[in-house]
C-alpha cells in the first residue's frame, strides 16, 4: 500500500544514482519523545508533554492541522492533552487524559465515526493554488481536524479504511470498512460499512488491523481473527468478486496463551507469554521468518526471548529484552536496513539490524526505532522524517538505520 511520489522518487534514485538528501548526524531531539505511529504514508510522534505532532504527506487531512499542505520539513501540531496514538490508511485517531478518542483524516469507509463517509481529498488546480474537492464516494467528507467520536477509550487501532476502540469496560469497538468480514459483527459484502462506533466483543485486550482482516486478544490471552483467512477452510460468507475470496464474518479462535499480536498486509504474528514468536499467512517474501518463502495456514514458531513485536506490510520485526532488534521479510525497499534493496531482496529468517532499542514503530515498507538513549533512527523508503539541520526539505529512505531529527 506504498503509494505515489515517494517510493517513485526513491527506485528512480536507486536506479539512477541519484544522490538522496542525507540524515543529519546524531543529535539529541529538541522534543522528548513518548512513542510514534506511522500509517501508510503519514507518521506521528507523542511528545511526554501530551503534545501530538505529524509529519508527511497530508492527504486526505491525515495530519490533522486544518491545512492543505503537506509536512516534509518538520512537523506539524495537531492537539494536545494526548495520551495514545495510532495512524492508518490516511487517517489518525488519538486517545486524551480523559479517555476521549478523536479521529480525523480520510473518510472513505466512515472510518472517522461521526456517521458520514466519503473520500474529499485536496487537489492543486491550474493557477497552483489547494483546495479541498469532493470525491465520487459518498457526501465527499473528509475531516482534516480531530472529530470526538468516543469516551471512556483505553486503546485504538487505525487500520486499513477502519477504526476500532477498546473502552474501559474492555469492550471491543469498531466502524468504518467492513467489505470482507474485518469488524467480525457477522456480515460481510461489498460496499458493507458501518459509519458509527458497534459494538463488538467484550473482554477485549489488544486490536490489530492491516489490509482486509483483524486479530482479536482477548483479556485470558486467547486469539480471536475476523476477516479474509489463511488459516482455517471455512467461510461464514462469500464476497461477491470476480475472485472467490473466503472469509470469517465472526471471529474465530486461533490459539492460547497469547500476550502481543501484529498484523501485516497477509501475515499475522503472535507473542506468547514464554516469550515464542509464532507466525503464519503469507510467506511470498519471507516474512514469516522461518528460512523458507512457504504459506503457512496454521501458526508456526519462528524464535525465542521476544519482548515486542510488529509488522509491516511484507516484513517483520521483533525486540528481544536485551535491546537488540531484528527484521525479516521484504527488503526491496530498503526496509530490512542491511544496506541492500532491489524488487528481489528479502530476507527469509531475522536478521540483528540494531541494538540498544527501547521501543519501535512499522509502518508499511518503513521502520523507525527509539534507543534507550533517546536518539531516534529510521530506515526504509516511507521513514521520510524531517532533518531540519542541514536546511534541506529531506524526502530520505535510507538502507540501514540512520539518525533523525524531529521538530517543529
Known amino acids: 500500500m506504498l503509494k505515489r ?13 541519484i544522490a538522496l ?6 543529535a539529541e531531539n529538541p522534543l522528548s519523545i513518548r512513542s510514534i505511529a506511522l500509517g501508510d504514508h503519514h507518521g506521528l510522534a507523542l511528545a511526554e508533554d501530551g503534545k501530538l505532532w505529524a509529519w508527511g504527506p497530508n492527504w486526505y487531512g491525515a495530519l490533522g492541522n486544518g491545512t492543505p499542505e503537506d509536512r516534509v520539513l518538520g512537523l506539524t501540531f495537531v492537539m494536545d492533552g494526548v495520551i495514545a496514538a495510532d495512524a492508518g490508511t490516511d487517517h489518525s485517531a488519538a486517545i486524551t487524559a480523559d479517555g476521549s478518542l478523536w479521529t ?8 472517522i465515526g461521526d456517521g458520514t463517509f466519503g473520500e474529499g481529498d485536496y487537489i492543486t488546480d491550474a493557477s497552483g493554488e489547494r483546495k479541498l474537492v ?21 486503546a485504538v487501532e487505525a487500520g486499513h479504511f477502519v477504526t476500532f476502540a477498546i473502552r474501559q469496560d474492555g469492550s471491543l469497538w469498531g466502524w468504518g470498512r467492513n467489505e470482507y468480514g474485518e469488524l467480525g459483527d457477522s456480515t460481510c459484502g461489498y460496499n458493507n460499512m ?4 458497534k459494538k463488538l466483543m467484550e473482554n477485549v485486550a489488544a486490536v490489530r488491523n492491516a489490509g482486509t482482516f483483524t486479530l ?11 476477516g479474509v483467512t489463511y488459516f482455517e477452510y471455512f467461510f461464514d460468507c462469500l464476497h461477491p468478486s470476480p475472485e472467490e475470496v473466503l472469509v470469517l464474518a465472526t471471529p474465530a479462535k486461533i490459539m492460547d496463551g497469547v500476550q502481543a499480536i501484529a498484523a501485516g498486509m497477509n501475515h499475522a504474528l503472535t507473542l506468547k507469554a514464554d516469550g515464542s514468536l509464532w507466525a503464519w499467512g503469507s510467506n511470498s517474501c519471507g516474512q514469516l521468518g522461518d528460512g523458507f518463502t512457504v504459506n503457512r495456514d496454521a501458526p508456526w514458531r519462528v524464535m525465542n526471548g521476544v519482548s515486542a513485536i510488529s509488522a509491516g506490510m511484507q516484513h517483520s520485526l521483533a525486540l528481544k529484552p536485551d535491546g537488540s532488534l531484528w527484521v525479516w521479510g521484504d527488503g526491496s525497499g530498503g526496509q530490512a536496513g542491511d544496506g541492500l534493496a532491489g524488487p528481489t531482496h528479502f530476507l527469509t529468517a531475522p536478521y540483528n539490524v ?10 508499511q515498507m518503513s521502520c523507525i526505532a527509539l534507543k534507550i538513549d533517546g536518539s531516534i533512527w529510521g530506515w526504509g523508503p516511507e521513514a521520510f522524517l524531517p532533518d531540519d539541520s542541514d536546511g534541506v526539505d529531506s524526502i530520505t529512505g535510507p538502507l540501514e538505520p540512520t539518525p533523525l531529527i524531529l521538530q517543529p
Open 104 to 111: 480525523w483524516g480520510r473518510n472513505t469507509y466512515g472510518a
Open 5 to 17: 511520489g515517494f517510493v517513485l522518487f526513491f527506485f528512480l534514485a536507486l536506479c539512477l544514482g
Open 194 to 197: 458501518t459509519t458509527t462506533p
Open 134 to 154: 469532493a470525491g465520487a464516494i459518498g457526501d465527499g467528507t473528509m475531516h482534516p481536524t480531530p472529530v470526538k467520536v468516543l469516551d471512556e477509550v483505553v
Open 216 to 226: 482479536i486478544l482477548q483479556q485470558d490471552g486467547s486469539l480471536w481473527s475476523c
Open 21 to 26: 538528501p542525507a540524515f543529519a548526524a546524531q
Open 354 to 363: 540494531l541494538n540498544d532499542v527501547e521501543q519501535f514503530a512499522v509502518g
